[in-house]
Each structure stands twice: as structure tokens, then as C-alpha cells.
């Protein structure tokens, strides 16, 4: 059994639905707001009474072409929709309307980078356009299942990746990715507790020789990183274990259970749903013209690829760094202010990803909260760069100072607690030849050889200033006491 796991390679393609953070529904008025009390967002048209027609919000095609932008997608021109047909109590119209045909995106691609940096690009087959179902509870009341239709009609972007995902480590990769992705962009908030970003997998296994793929099963609705990695781990474990018995996969749509770590089967695909696909006749088509996509274009931030590149490329910044710094929007906006007032990178993401980054964990809050705006930590750098402070004096000193005092600047806390280091060389030279007669005998092993004392000395002068000297200058006029004398 050793080798066995070794012989197969196991192939996986997620189906990611990201619930759109727009202001209202995508085929009404109705507000889309998460969390308000149960059916309260349930007009006419959600409910899908006789008569009532669905109106396109504009607001979706858009979300959709900014993320067919960040994607690399090309953008459908001409887009129909769908109805897509299924019977359940929490589908007010008795189908869903999606795209079937046309995609608004197809053939995308996103980068994923593991620890060490190494690049893979996954390709995505489509992102479409589609309208959620509401959500029924059956553990919520002990004998009814209750139904809330709040969700009903919320728009959602469906991407569907190519079979190109080989481990769990990088569907793992590929989610976190996808998710930050669509929180730059603004427009989900990625949220999968709450469900606002679900995933299916489709899980296969091959012999590694092989072309072809193997069967494929599918396990719905993950609403977890850790329920997604176990999931596909169990699955490829159960596979190779029922091939390896001589047995095959069945092609198969499964569900995840978390107490277990199993996955069980919901239907064969004997059983397979037919959604009786047509065209929505209550919709036209919409054009997406190529001045709707410059305008999409213009609006486009900063993306976390890009910004990756320029940190490692021509920041000369690490692997490690420019994945914290980009890791949200939030941090890598305020680094992008902070590199506006300073050129010394290194130190600029040392104190992000060090001392802020510590700051916002101990506390557990974002950034947005952080008392420190970024004009200050530049100042801090360019002051320590400039040697009129120490990096002793500004971690341990000034910067505390700046977190409660939020009107000043570094440069005025130095001065006013006298912290400015000093080159003055008539008051370093009284020190000097107080750290001198501190050490009567040490003198006389330096002029014995023993030159490393110099340090000593040094150091000494340093400890007398309270680390406001300026250690060049102390070097130099220890020096010329020493040798002097
Ligand atoms: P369907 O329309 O039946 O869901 P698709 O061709 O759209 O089928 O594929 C759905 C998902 O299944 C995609 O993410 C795709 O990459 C993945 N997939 C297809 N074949 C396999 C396979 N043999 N092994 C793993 N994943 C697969
Ligand atoms: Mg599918």
C-alpha cells in the first residue's frame, strides 16, 4: 500500500459561487443585505408572483467585468440567460435564472504561488452570472423545516476552474487566492461562515502515466478551508483505496460531513438532475460594449499580483514579505502610502510586517484602526536613514510615544524628549573621558594590543548619551583618545 499513493495523481476542478455584495438583488428592487430578520426582504417579484418580470441590475454585470478583467478572461459581447429548472421549497419560481450557454467570462486564469514562491497558473473554464436560492433551516424548529427567502434572487458569479488543481494544498492555494481576489475588488466579501463564498470539488484520480482522467466525483457545498482540504483528502484516499481493491469510482455527487471527515453519497448520476435549460424569455440580452469594459477598466485597483510583482521585481522586497504585505487590500494600500514618503523599502515592509502586523494581532483589529498613519512610520525611517535617531531609540522610544499620541509627529516627540542623536563633539568628548577613567585598567591592555576593547568603550559612551550619540562619531573621537593618549 506504501507505493500505492504514489502511483496516482489525483486531478480536481472547484466550482466557486461568490455571493455579490451589491446593494440590492440582481433581478429586483429587494435589498441583498446578509443577517436581517428572516422574509423580510420578500417582494412580489422575489416570490414570484403571477405577473411580476425581473429586472436586470446593471450592478452585477459589472462585478462580473471586473472580475473577468482580473482573471484575464475574455468578456462575452452578447449575454442570454437561462432558466435553469428544479423543484425545491426554497425556490420561490421554481428555477433559477443563470447563463447556460454563454458565460459572461470564459478562459481565464489565476496565479497561485506555494511557500517557496514557485508560480502555477490554474485556468478557468467560465464565470457566469446567476441568481441564489433561499435558504432552508431544518435545525432550527424540532419538528418543521422553516424557510427563509431573504437570499432568494442574490446575485452570484459562478467560477468554474479547469481540471488543473493536483493537491488539496492547492485548492487550498487557489481559494485563498480567489478570495483575496474578489476582496480587492470589492465585490464579495468572501465570507464562507456565512456562506458568501461556497465551493464544490470535483475530485479524480489517475495513474500518473495516464492522459486521460479518471471519474469524477462531486462533493457540494464546502463551507470551510479546513472542510475543503479534508474533504478532498478523504475522497482521494477512498478512490485510490476502491481502485486499489479492484473496485471503480462511480461518477457521483457527494456531501462532506465535518464530525466524520467522510463524505457521503447524495445522488448517483443515474439520478442526475435534467434542469430543463431554455432561454429567459422575460430578459433581453445584454451587450457589454468595449467602451462598458474601459469604463469597468479604469475603475480597476491595484490587484494583489501585480502589487506582488513590483514588490519582489523592483522593490527587491521577499517572497515572504510582499505575500504579507498583499495578503488584503487594506495593508498593501497602506504600504503603497507609506512608499510614497519613503525610498527605503526593506525598512518600510520590516515595519509592516513586523511591528504593525504584531500591533494589529495583539489587538485583533484591521488596519483601518491602526493610530499610526503611514506619513509617521515614513518619517521614523527616514530619520533613522538620516542618523539623527537609532533604531534602538525609535522602536523602544518614540514609536510607543506614537501610538498614543496621534497628533505628533516622530520628528517632534525626538525633540521634545531630547532624543535626537547628537554629534556635538564637544559634549561627546566629556563623555568620552568619563567612559575612559571608568576603565582606568582597560587602557592599559589597549595600548597592550588588546584593541577589541575599543568597544568596550564605545559602547560605554553610548550607554552614557542614553543612545542619542551618533556611533560614527563616538568611533572616531574614542579613537583619537585612545591612540592619542
Ligand atoms: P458539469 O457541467 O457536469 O458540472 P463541467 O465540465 O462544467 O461539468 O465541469 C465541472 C467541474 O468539474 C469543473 O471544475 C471541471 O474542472 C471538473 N472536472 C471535470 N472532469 C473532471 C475530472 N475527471 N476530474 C476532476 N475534475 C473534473
Ligand atoms: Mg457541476
Known amino acids: 500500500m506504501e507505493n500505492s499513493i504514489d502511483k496516482y495523481q489525483p486531478v480536481i476542478g472547484l466550482e466557486i459561487h461568490a455571493q455579490l455584495s451589491t446593494k440590492s438583488k440582481a433581478f429586483s428592487s429587494d435589498s441583498a443585505e446578509y443577517g436581517e430578520l428572516p422574509n423580510s426582504h420578500i417582494s412580489a417579484i422575489t416570490l414570484a408572483h403571477p405577473g411580476t418580470l425581473p429586472r436586470l441590475n446593471k450592478e452585477v454585470v459589472n462585478f462580473a467585468i471586473k472580475l473577468g478583467l482580473a482573471t484575464h478572461s475574455e468578456i462575452n459581447k452578447y449575454n442570454i440567460f437561462a432558466r435553469k429548472n428544479y423543484f425545491y421549497p426554497d425556490l420561490p419560481k421554481g428555477y433559477q435564472i443563470s447563463q447556460h450557454t454563454g458565460p459572461v467570462c470564459s478562459n481565464g486564469s489565476v496565479t497561485i504561488k506555494n511557500k517557496s514562491g514557485v508560480k502555477k497558473q490554474i485556468g478557468l473554464i467560465r464565470i457566469h452570472i446567476e441568481e441564489d436560492a433561499g435558504k432552508s433551516m431544518h435545525d432550527q424548529d424540532p419538528e418543521d423545516s422553516l424557510v427563509d427567502l431573504n437570499r432568494a434572487g442574490v446575485p452570484l458569479l459562478e467560477i468554474v476552474t479547469k481540471p488543473e488543481i493536483y493537491s488539496s494544498e492547492e485548492a487550498h492555494l487557489f481559494l485563498s487566492e480567489m478570495r483575496k481576489l474578489l476582496r480587492y475588488l470589492e465585490i464579495c466579501d468572501g465570507n464562507m461562515e456565512e456562506g458568501s463564498m461556497r465551493c464544490d470539488a470535483n475530485i479524480s484520480i489517475k495513474k500518473k502515466e495516464d492522459e486521460k482522467l479518471g471519474t469524477r466525483t462531486e ?267
Do not use: C
Open 219 to 485: 462533493v457540494k457545498n464546502l463551507n470551510s478551508f479546513k472542510n475543503i482540504r479534508s474533504a478532498i483528502e478523504y475522497e482521494i484516499q477512498r478512490q485510490i483505496e476502491l481502485i486499489e481493491s479492484g473496485n471503480r469510482v462511480k461518477q457521483e455527487t457527494r456531501r462532506f460531513d465535518a464530525h466524520s471527515g467522510k463524505t457521503f453519497v447524495l445522488r448517483s448520476k443515474e439520478q442526475a438532475d435534467d434542469y430543463r435549460y431554455f432561454p429567459e424569455p422575460d430578459l433581453s440580452p445584454v451587450v457589454i460594449s468595449a467602451e462598458w469594459i474601459e469604463q469597468i477598466q479604469r475603475q480597476m485597483p491595484g490587484l494583489p499580483e501585480e502589487l506582488y510583482e513590483k514588490y519582489v521585481n523592483q522593490f527587491g522586497l521577499s517572497h515572504y514579505d510582499a505575500v504579507v504585505i498583499t495578503e488584503t487590500k487594506e495593508i498593501a494600500l497602506y504600504f503603497e502610502e507609506l512608499v510614497m514618503h519613503t525610498s527605503n523599502y526593506k525598512s518600510a515592509a520590516n515595519w509592516v510586517t513586523v511591528t504593525v502586523k504584531s500591533y494589529l494581532n495583539e489587538l485583533g483589529i484591521g488596519i483601518h484602526e491602526y493610530p499610526v498613519s503611514p506619513v509617521k512610520i515614513a518619517e521614523l525611517i527616514n530619520m533613522i536613514d538620516n542618523q539623527l535617531i537609532s533604531n534602538h531609540i525609535a522602536e523602544k522610544q518614540i514609536y510607543p510615544l506614537m501610538l498614543t499620541h496621534k497628533e505628533k509627529m516622530p520628528g517632534d516627540i525626538a525633540k521634545e524628549m531630547n532624543l535626537l542623536q547628537t554629534n556635538d563633539t564637544g559634549l561627546l568628548n566629556e563623555l568620552v573621558e568619563k567612559a575612559i577613567e571608568k576603565y582606568p585598567e582597560k587602557i592599559l591592555e589597549y595600548k597592550n594590543g588588546k584593541k577589541g576593547l575599543l568597544g568596550l568603550f564605545v559602547g560605554e559612551v553610548m550607554k552614557l548619551s542614553k543612545g542619542k550619540a551618533e556611533p560614527k562619531a563616538v568611533n572616531r573621537l574614542v579613537l583619537e583618545k585612545l591612540e592619542g593618549n
